[in-house]
């Protein structure tokens, strides 16, 4: 059965951080490109971050670029994102996936899901 946990949400002001994580069991994680999507209220989830299997490759949505970093431990099964400069506007629930084929930022190719943890950006 395949998990993934997110955990390291929370409420912070703006210009704050936070580092969410993204425990994974079940599968081979080393084989997985990992994501990190988000959905605010009243929007449709959209693409924030992907990590190729070895972490040699990253990829970032414009609005989150030189302020969120993805990163991954093959070692310990988790995958992170790095949340810095926080603004209002990122409040939204973060879920990671997984995907066993080639990097995207295509929702809807990832293959499993976690059930989110909700970041909220006071101003």
């Known amino acids: 059965q395949v998990q993934l946990v997110e955990s390291g949400g929370g409420l912070v002001q703006a210009g704050g951080s936070l580092r969410l994580s993204c425990a994974t069991s079940g599968l081979t994680f080393r084989e997985h490109n990992m994501g990190w999507f988000r959905q605010a209220p009243g929007k449709e989830r959209e693409f924030v971050a992907r990590?190729?299997?070895?972490?040699?490759?990253?990829e970032y949505a414009d609005s989150v670029k030189g302020r969120f970093t993805i990163s991954r431990d093959n070692a310990k099964n988790t995958a992170y994102l790095q949340m810095n400069s926080l603004k209002p506007e990122d409040t939204a629930v973060y879920y990671c996936?997984?995907?066993?084929?080639?990097?995207?930022?295509?929702?809807?190719?990832?293959?499993?899901w976690g059930q989110g943890t909700q970041v909220t950006v006071s101003s």
């Open positions: 990590i190729s299997w070895s972490g040699s490759t990253t």
């Open positions: 996936a997984a995907r066993h084929g080639p990097g995207t930022t295509m929702e809807r190719k990832y293959d499993y």
